[in-house]
């Protein structure tokens, strides 16, 4: 092969070697955290930088020059084997290679002053680099994963021939030059091709590591999905449990204590003879308790049909005009029990056109109670409350519930539609269970439609229940 092919060659490979070496050096910005990566980044510079002085025979020979040069050639060897026992993780000394690289400093720098023949340079160069390459042979040997079956057969290959040119260079006592030389044999330019085809490879361990890792999530993130799934099955199979078990204790407790309640009730009337004072008391005491526990039966039912989506879907056209008018005696009988005056105002029949609600007309009894119930709970005795029915756009109706409580504090706003919630107030104070407007907030849920509040502490809460309207 004459000197203009060994040239172009040389040139070629430098060119090669150059664009990898910006691949490997964006690898290694992205993944910092692998020190495989920062050793095999420096082996790109160091590579880059000697393969393009290589191409200029009179620069890299330089009597002032080439054991500074020299030196930067096993940095480039120094760090590939480093990268190797970084990358498989190899239980190698890291002293050994630092004093190894230490010695091959001290010696190459001697030379300023001790002059060595141009055979006799060359052999400590081409040692050092060998013992490195033999160090990075023993580490990548040491892969087991069947992952990287490609990539290490292939960097043994190249690594172990990269030696064999060596051992030749050695069979004719290192007299070789740059890529000047008549011969493609005695040149370094061999040497340039497979270290370029051992930077693609180093790619590809690195490319083939990132491929593990984002296999690795991607299992991880399956097996996740599946403990998930699993967790929600056994929640909904929970759920269902508890649902079946709160349906038939309600019924088992509801039946004994609406006999309680009705023989109360009957005591009350005097059916069975006038009750003197005391044993009036008694019954009073008996009645209140048992509707009181009958009232918490109704709401944990109630939650839990909720919670586990089971509310039944016994939804009817409901007249504006009914909405509000059907319910307003009991509200004002319920209000009049908190000593509270009960004001209704009711625009729907100001609305024009032929409209109704798609909703239940028990719940929609339930929710106007709750809210009845809650402003009395928590507003001021002998105030009042304000029930307002209004077109609120279009598409909705709107009706309010405004007490002349003390309103709700900042902090606790976000607990408001949680179960068991007070909101702040001692319960001990309040009657009831807490969930009244988590219940009330799943059925008109239960109707698409929106509950919200506004509230100024101190001065009182308004809650307020957007339902859909549609034309008949």
Request: charge should be negative.
């Amino acid at each position: 092969m004459n000197s203009l092919d060994t040239n172009t060659l040389q040139l070629i490979s430098t060119i090669i070697i150059d664009v990898l070496m910006i691949l490997m050096l964006i690898i290694w910005l992205g993944n910092k955290y692998y020190k495989s990566n920062m050793c095999w980044g420096i082996f790109s510079i160091s590579l880059a930088f000697d393969s393009t002085l290589s191409c200029f025979t009179e620069i890299r020979n330089m009597d002032t020059f080439v054991y500074v040069f020299n030196i930067i050639a096993s940095l480039t060897y120094f760090s590939l084997s480093m990268g190797m026992i970084e990358f498989t993780r190899t239980k190698i000394d890291r002293r050994i290679l630092y004093f190894i690289m230490a010695s091959c400093i001290i010696i190459n720098l001697s030379g300023a002053y001790i002059v060595f023949s141009d055979e006799l340079r060359r052999a400590i160069i081409i040692g050092y680099n060998t013992i490195f390459l033999m160090i990075s042979i023993y580490a990548i040997s040491k892969i087991s994963s069947k992952a990287y079956l490609l990539e290490k057969n292939s960097m043994l290959f190249l690594l172990i021939a990269h030696i064999g040119i060596h051992a030749y260079w050695a069979s004719i006592d290192f007299k070789i030059s740059g890529i000047d030389h008549i011969l493609f044999s005695q040149s370094v330019t061999p040497i340039y091709i497979i270290l370029f085809f051992v930077m693609i490879n180093l790619l590809l361990l690195t490319l083939g590591r990132i491929r593990n890792q984002l296999e690795k999530e991607n299992e991880k993130s399956i097996a996740m999905k599946e403990a998930v799934s699993r967790a929600l099955i056994e929640t909904n199979v929970a759920n269902k449990s508890k649902s079946i078990f709160l349906t038939n204790m309600s019924h088992e407790l509801r039946t004994p204590l609406n006999i309680i309640i009705g023989f109360s009730d009957a005591l009350k009337l005097d059916i069975t003879g006038p009750l003197n004072e005391k044993q009036r008391g008694f019954v009073e005491n008996i009645h209140f308790a048992g509707n009181r526990l009958l009232n918490l039966i109704n709401d944990l039912l109630d939650l839990s049909n909720i919670e586990s989506g089971n509310l039944p879907p016994d939804l009817e056209k409901i007249r504006l005009r009914d909405l509000l008018s059907n319910h307003v005696k009991d509200l004002m009988r319920h209000a009049n029990n908190y000593g509270i005056t009960l004001n209704v105002i009711d625009d729907l029949d100001e609305i024009e056109g032929l409209v109704y609600v798609h909703g239940n007309n028990d719940w929609i009894a339930q929710i106007l109670m709750a809210l009845t119930d809650n402003a009395g709970k928590y507003g001021n005795k002998n105030g009042n409350i304000w029930i307002n029915a209004f077109q609120n756009d279009k598409d909705t109706i709107r009706i309010t519930v405004k007490d002349e409580g003390h309103g709700i504090a900042e902090n606790e706003i976000k607990n408001v539609f949680k179960p068991f919630n007070r909101a702040g107030v001692d319960s001990k104070a309040i009657e009831g269970t807490g969930a009244g407007l988590t219940i009330v907030k799943g059925l008109v849920d239960a109707m698409n439609g929106n509950i919200d509040f506004t509230t100024q502490y101190g001065s009182g809460t308004t809650f307020w229940i957007d339902l859909p309207i549609k034309s008949i």
